[in-house]
Nanobody, 116 residues
Framework: QVQLVESGGGLVQAGGSLRLSCAAT????????MGWYRQAPGKQRELVAA???????NYADSVNGRLTISRDNAKNTVYLQMNSLKPEDTAVYYC??????????WGQGTQVTVSS
């Protein structure tokens, strides 16, 4: 199994920045893609950004250029640097890990609130 613990959410004004972290423990050698998703009230959970073990990234069009995903395999941690935040970025942000032969694991979520 894999356990994911997120941190770094909070309240920020529009235009500000936050950095989310997601630390993985457990069978980390089998963790392949890690990603950040978000879910706003009344909306479906959506992909924000994902990164493979080798560092290949994928972003949602709505965040491209403002949010950056990175990964430190030595620390088993994935980060989401969020700059130029907008009120529409307000959501609960979840970390996900895709684990070989075990499926997907999710973190508990961290709230990000951007005030206008």
């Amino acid at each position: 199994q894999v356990q994911l613990v997120e941190s770094g959410g909070g309240l920020v004004q529009a235009g500000g920045s936050l950095r989310l972290s997601c630390a993985a423990t457990g069978i980390i050698s089998r963790v392949n893609v890690m990603g950040w998703y978000r879910q706003a009230p009344g909306k479906q959970r959506e992909l924000v950004a994902a990164i493979t073990r080798s560092g290949r990234t994928n972003y949602a069009d709505s965040v491209n250029g403002r949010l950056t995903i990175s990964r430190d395999n030595a620390k088993n941690t994935v980060y989401l640097q969020m700059n130029s935040l907008k009120p529409e970025d307000t959501a609960v942000y979840y970390c996900k890990a895709e684990v070989s032969f075990a499926g997907d694991y999710w973190g508990q979520g961290t709230q990000v609130t951007v005030s206008s």
